[in-house]
């Protein structure tokens, strides 16, 4: 199966993930945490299009983009939450993750493009994603995970242990 990263790998740092992460909340069996698949397409730009423009992407322009993403795969991870019942998409967050010279050869970690779907949301789902991915920033060695967000946000972010800090500035090209 083509995903962001292979199996084996995965399975082990997934191993040590769970371990990790004794607070998962009693919704865990109805949901499975993985990486996004070339075959997500359809459900996956769905999602997406509840936080921004997601625009017209062919098949071709997916699976490009896709390939060049896997191949990024120990700095890139697309994660979504699937509902076991239906393999419904139900939340996706992206970790990516910054190789610095600082700090000793340091990784820093963002999280990008986090969304839960208006159906699911206010179940914990977002919180439940967003926590393995801080988990995830853990295992890979970053030594801090940092995102960028709107003030009224703030309040999600603390409920997954994200403290408020600094502030950030940006330039549109479009
Ligand atoms: C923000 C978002 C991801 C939250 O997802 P969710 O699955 O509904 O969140 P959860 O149910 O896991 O909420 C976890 C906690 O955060 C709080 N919370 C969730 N959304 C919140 C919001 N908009 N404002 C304030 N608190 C919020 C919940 O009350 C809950 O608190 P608790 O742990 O004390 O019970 C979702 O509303 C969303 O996709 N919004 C549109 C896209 C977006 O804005 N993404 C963020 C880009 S930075």
């Known amino acids: ?9 995965l399975q082990k740092e997934m191993a040590q993930s769970s371990t990790s ?4 909340m009693d919704n865990s069996e109805q949901y499975q945490i993985r990486l ?21 992407i062919s098949d071709d322009q997916w699976k490009e983009r896709f390939e060049e993403l896997s191949r990024m795969n120990d700095t890139y991870e697309i994660w979504v939450l699937e509902e076991k019942s239906t ?4 939340a996706c967050a992206t970790l990516l993750i910054e190789k610095k010279f600082i700090h000793g050869v340091s990784q820093v970690g963002h999280i990008e493009e986090v ?60």
């Open 87 to 90: 393999s419904n998409l139900v």
């Open 21 to 24: 992460n004794s607070s998962d």
């Open 115 to 174: 969304v839960t779907d208006s159906a699911y949301r206010g179940k914990g789902l977002g919180k439940k994603l967003i926590t393995h991915l801080i988990d995830r920033a853990k295992i890979l060695k970053c030594y801090k995970v940092i995102l960028d967000c709107k003030e009224d946000l703030i309040p999600f972010y603390a409920s997954c242990g994200m403290k408020q800090h600094a502030v950030s500035a940006a330039v549109y090209f479009e």
């Open 36 to 56: 996004l698949r070339e075959a997500d397409k359809v459900k996956y730009l769905a999602l997406l299009s509840q936080l921004t423009t997601v625009g017209e």
């Open 1 to 9: 199966m083509n995903c962001l990263r292979s199996k084996s790998h």
